[in-house]
């Protein structure tokens, strides 16, 4: 079945990096975006950015421009999002997510990655 | 950015009754581009209406999708015990950017 499966809970110390991995399977991983999306404890849903795994061409949110970077592996039908420079409030459930474009939706979620930022 | 609006922040109903969620945007977006998801605690999301209006696979009927312009609404026409969740609405404009609401939470009362 289409599913997407990412790695395991994190827990870094501020200043540190974090790279979290989302595998596909069940379709054609480079058929379909890849967008990442956090959610802070007890928060709402914040999107990141997109990486096209076809072109490898990325669309960060501004917010996260120069502090996050999304690559993909094709060979093994992985995306990854790597957060750099992290701090306390980025402690975060991060989920990706994938969507054909943009007016279809994300129509198939990750588990969800915790990642815990603390000293 | 569009700055999306959803109201109320939370609804208490009974199971049975009909609910009626607003999202409301800052500036126009593309029906195109307007999608709602379902959060339960501890799960991530699901998707239930993108483009405004259309189900996505394997969504109940009770669950439909109206709007255009600033304005759009989620409706459940017969809650049913596993519809108590969150919903989000989320638009796709332009730059392209992505941005969500911030939820109505669908309690039991």
């Known amino acids: 079945q289409v599913q997407l499966v990412q790695s395991g809970a994190e827990v870094k110390k501020p200043g540190a990096s974090v790279k979290v991995s989302c595998k596909a399977s069940?379709?054609?991983?480079?058929?379909?975006?890849i967008y990442w999306v956090r959610q802070a404890p007890g928060q709402g849903l914040e999107w990141m950015g997109w990486?096209?795994?076809?072109?490898?061409?990325?669309n960060y949110a501004q917010k996260f421009q120069g502090w996050v970077t999304m690559t993909r592996d094709t060979s093994i039908s992985t995306a990854y999002m790597e957060l750099s420079r992290l701090r306390s409030d980025d402690t975060a459930v991060y989920y990706c997510?994938?969507?054909?474009?943009?007016?279809?939706?994300?129509?198939?979620w990750g588990q969800g990655t915790t990642v815990t930022v603390s000293s | 950015e569009i700055v999306l609006t959803q109201s109320p922040g939370t609804l208490s109903l009974s199971p049975g009754e009909r609910a009626t969620l607003s999202c409301r945007a800052s500036?126009?977006?593309?029906?195109?581009?307007l999608a709602w998801y379902q959060q339960k605690p501890g799960q991530a999301p699901r998707l239930l209406i993108y483009?405004?209006?259309s189900r996505a696979t394997g969504i109940p009927d009770r669950f439909s999708g109206s709007g255009s312009g600033t304005d759009f609404t989620l409706t459940i026409s017969r809650l049913e015990p596993e519809d108590f969740a969150v919903y989000y609405c989320?638009?796709?404009?332009?730059?392209?950017?992505?941005?969500f609401g911030p939820g109505t939470k669908v309690d039991i009362k």
């Open positions: 997510a994938r969507s054909y474009s943009g007016n279809y939706g994300m129509d198939v």
């Open positions: 069940g379709y054609t991983f480079t058929g379909y975006y």
């Open positions: 990486i096209n795994p076809n072109s490898g061409g990325t």
């Open positions: 500036q126009s977006v593309s029906s195109s581009f």
């Open positions: 483009g405004a209006s």
């Open positions: 989320q638009q796709y404009g332009s730059s392209p950017q992505v941005t």
